[in-house]
């Protein structure tokens, strides 16, 4: 039995951008909270995902942008070892300090340690000195350990130490070949960045036929085009067969299924992630470690009896991106101060509405790819009738002026019936500030002939929602 002092209102299992977020709305509303991190406060994203990999990126993308702009002109290529320095300003040189100074000052306890549910209710933590503290919840129990990155099974691989994205955003010395397994937001975002640094050789091995294969597919095709134009060798319908590094370190040479042989000096693993439920204790509740912990919408999880366990993050594997765990992490604290209370739980802002109608995501690529909602064929394939519409960026006068030969392209998923947005797509220069309108728009189901009376300024790139109004029929 747990004595007194670690009794809690809410015991969260993982410090992620996630965990952290619930912790902080359970307490904002009156609880105690404990929050159990085993490495660094901040999770994946701070440290080895959104956060180093953009600071990777931006350079990149300002050099594209000089690059497109004529009185303008970059000296020399980018400068690797300065963008490094300002990375590891980025991830606070890996020391959480100051994050775990801001968890405190909810205030919440935080408990350095592995987690592991041991009971309704219960929980532990493994202290980095080998010593156990037992851990009590009054109220709920919140998992929110986020995701390891998945390793297709072929021979060789494992054995060649192939890099994650920990050791590619974590990168001290930018390899001259790079082979990259996947196509998705991790193979493009770090293929492009480490080639920006001085990859030369950098191949895409991508086993489907475009990239981002859950985007619309004129964005795939222009970010294909992008990378190619670059120099990046983006090889379609190759998935690796058998991969070999003789000597540690040394140079690793893939083969493809087709035959092909790819020799690089590092290699590195983009196929999707695995929620994080391997050893916390699900089986001491009755539940497999064998998925992702599927929830309600207000991130109960649904195997579990009496409902004190929440799950919230990549590890409910409804939307793998922090803001969309933030979110749910909201929904979830919320809806735990207003259990504990005897309130109401059924108001609007206490149901995660926004994971099944519309995660907004942006892939920082030049060109950046930014989606709401469902693609044109998701939303066919769900049963709405729909009328898709496009229009090519590069028409917009804004666009013509934010750079030379501006090459960008847009989409508007309508639903007939109800005459509103199930999606949008942008993709092109500096289209990433579009997003937010196009979510709005979405979520609150915004009727075209209202959306027709928000007048984008002129000349920005914004104009793109006119045209693509007007090439629906207003
Ligand atoms: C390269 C890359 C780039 C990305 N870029 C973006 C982006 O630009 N925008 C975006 O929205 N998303 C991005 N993502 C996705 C984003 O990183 C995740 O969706 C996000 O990190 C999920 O947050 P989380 O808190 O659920 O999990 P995590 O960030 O994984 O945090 C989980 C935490 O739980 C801890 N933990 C795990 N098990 C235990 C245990 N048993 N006990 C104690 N602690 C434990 C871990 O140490 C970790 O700190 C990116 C992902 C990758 C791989
Ligand atoms: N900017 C962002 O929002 C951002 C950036 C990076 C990652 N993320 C998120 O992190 C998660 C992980 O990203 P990811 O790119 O690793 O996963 P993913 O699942 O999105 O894409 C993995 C890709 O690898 C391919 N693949 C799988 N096995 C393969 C094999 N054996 N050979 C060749 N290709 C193979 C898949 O077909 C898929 O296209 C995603 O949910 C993503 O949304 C987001």
């Given at each position: ?80 070892d ?24 909810f ?59 920990r050791e ?5 010395q ?8 996947g ?16 990859s030369r ?29 670059s120099?990046i ?14 000597v ?5 040479t ?35 470690a ?39 992490a ?11 209370a005897g ?16 995660a ?29 519409v ?33 999606g ?18 979405v ?10 009376h ?13 045209r ?7």
């Open positions: 039995m747990a004595d007194e002092g670690d009794v809690f209102d809410v015991i969260v299992i993982g410090g992620g951008p996630v965990g952290i977020t619930a912790a902080a709305r359970a307490v904002r509303g009156g609880l105690t909270a404990a929050l159990v991190e085993e490495r660094l406060a901040g999770g994946e994203c701070q440290y080895y995902a959104c956060i180093p990999s953009k600071a990777l990126l931006r350079p990149m993308e300002l050099a594209a942008e000089v690059g497109r702009m004529p009185g303008l002109e970059l000296r020399g290529p980018i400068d690797a300065a963008v490094l320095t300002r990375r590891d300003k980025s991830v606070f040189h890996f020391d959480d300090g100051s994050m775990v100074s801001a968890i405190e000052g205030p919440t306890t935080f408990v350095r340690g592995r987690g592991r549910l041991t009971g309704p209710l219960r929980a532990e933590a493994e202290m980095p000195d080998g010593g156990t503290r037992a851990l009590q919840a009054r109220h709920a129990v919140v998992i929110a350990t986020g995701s390891d990155p998945a390793f297709p099974d072929v021979p060789g691989l494992r054995e060649a130490r192939p890099w994650t994205n590619a955003t974590a990168v001290e930018v390899p001259k070949r790079l082979v990259t397994i196509g998705g937001p991790v193979g493009c975002e770090m293929s492009q960045a480490l080639h920006s640094l001085g050789e950098t191949t895409m091995l991508v086993h489907g036929d475009r990239l981002l294969p859950r985007a619309e597919p004129f964005a795939s095709n222009l970010l294909a085009e992008s990378f190619q134009e120099g060798d983006v090889r379609f319908g190759h998935r690796p067969a058998h991969v070999e590094r003789p540690p370190g040394g140079q690793v893939v083969q493809a299924h087709n035959g092909a042989l790819i020799e690089a000096d590092e290699i590195l693993v983009g196929c999707g992630r695995w929620p994080a439920v391997h050893d916390i204790g699900l089986e001491t509740i009755g539940l497999k064998n998925g992702p912990i599927e929830v309600d919408d207000s991130m109960r999880a649904t195997a579990v009896p009496d409902g004190w366990l929440y799950a919230v993050g990549d590890v409910n594997g409804r939307n793998l991106l922090t803001h969309m765990g933030k979110y749910q909201r929904v979830c604290g919320d809806v735990i101060v207003a259990r504990a309130r109401p739980d059924d108001e609007l802002a206490l149901r995660d509405t926004a994971d099944g109608r519309g907004p995501q942006v892939i920082f690529t030049d060109p950046q790819i930014c989606m709401v909602g469902r693609t044109e064929s998701r939303a066919r394939a769900d049963g709405f009738n729909v009328r898709a496009e229009y090519d960026m590069g028409a917009v006068a804004g666009a013509q002026l934010m750079a030379d030969g501006y090459t960008g392209r847009a989409k508007a998923v309508v639903d007939q019936d109800r005459r509103v947005l199930l949008v797509t942008f993709a092109g220069p500096a289209v990433v500030d579009l997003l937010h309108g196009a979510t709005i728009a979520n609150a189901e915004v009727p075209l002939d209202l959306l027709w928000a007048v984008p300024s002129f000349p920005t790139v914004s104009e793109i929602w006119l693509l109004l007007e090439a629906y029929g207003l």
